[in-house]
């Protein structure tokens, strides 16, 4: 079993819609949870981070950690045709110079 | 505020032969990390360097694969010889500290094909 698993997709919506994307991961020692855009033949953008459990909103996104199962979601509201990007989860211990484990990115278009 | 550069965008090798990949950091950033990211997969972490030493080189293949940071700025990744699997884009990223909280800022990457 991978550390951290990602649905690749790829996920097609239409403009307006709500999207949730997923990670499951199998260390439960890890504390902290962030969300990466990335868009074609760019690298990746910071776009949400979480500090253990709970839940987290910034305009359209919100993120959520579900440590009891391991299970992390990002939601975008109202999505629109410049969410389209592959969005990678990442994640990490909580003691310093740990490096980030990303999962394999889902791949999202979002139709006009 | 200026972001990570990387040089070049693109390398087309054939395998044993060597190239290298440039990185310049944001100013003021102690931290650097190299990443690896094959064709449909996340990033995964080569090296990572806080100013010129390096915290963390488990995952670096040394035996083809060398990295350095002189003066705790720009760093250089190299591989010689190239194998076919090496094929991947190459993430520089830069951090103001090195804690797993801090924000990581990355790079537009270098693509390698090797033939």
């Known amino acids: 079993q991978k550390e951290v698993e990602q649905d690749p997709g790829p996920l097609s919506v239409p403009e307006g819609a709500i999207v949730s994307l997923n990670c499951t991961y199998s260390n439960s020692a890890f504390q902290y949870f962030m969300w990466y855009r990335q868009y074609s033949r760019k690298g990746p953008e910071l776009l949400m981070y979480?500090?253990?459990?709970g839940n987290k909103e910034d305009g359209r996104f919100t993120a959520q950690v579900d440590k009891s199962s391991k299970y992390i979601s990002l939601f975008i509201r109202d999505s629109q045709p410049s969410d389209s990007a592959t969005y990678l989860c990442?994640?990490?211990?909580?003691?310093?110079?740990?490096?980030?484990?990303f999962g394999k990115g889902t791949r999202l278009s979002v139709i006009a | 505020e200026a972001g990570v550069a990387q040089s070049p965008r693109y390398k087309i090798i054939e395998k044993r032969q060597s190239v290298a990949f440039w990185c310049n950091p944001i100013s003021g950033h102690a931290t650097l990390y190299w990443y690896q990211q094959i064709l449909g997969q996340g990033p995964k972490l080569l090296i990572q360097f806080q100013n010129n030493g390096v915290v963390d080189d488990s995952q670096l293949p040394k035996d083809r694969f060398s990295a350095e940071r002189l003066k705790g700025v720009d760093s250089t990744l190299k591989i010689q010889p190239a194998k076919l699997e090496d094929s991947a884009v190459y993430l520089c990223a830069s951090s103001f500290l090195s804690g797993s909280a801090d924000e990581q800022f990355f790079g537009p990457g270098t693509r390698l094909t090797v033939l």
């Open positions: 979480t500090y253990s459990s």
């Open positions: 990442a994640m990490s211990l909580p003691s310093g110079n740990t490096p980030l484990v």
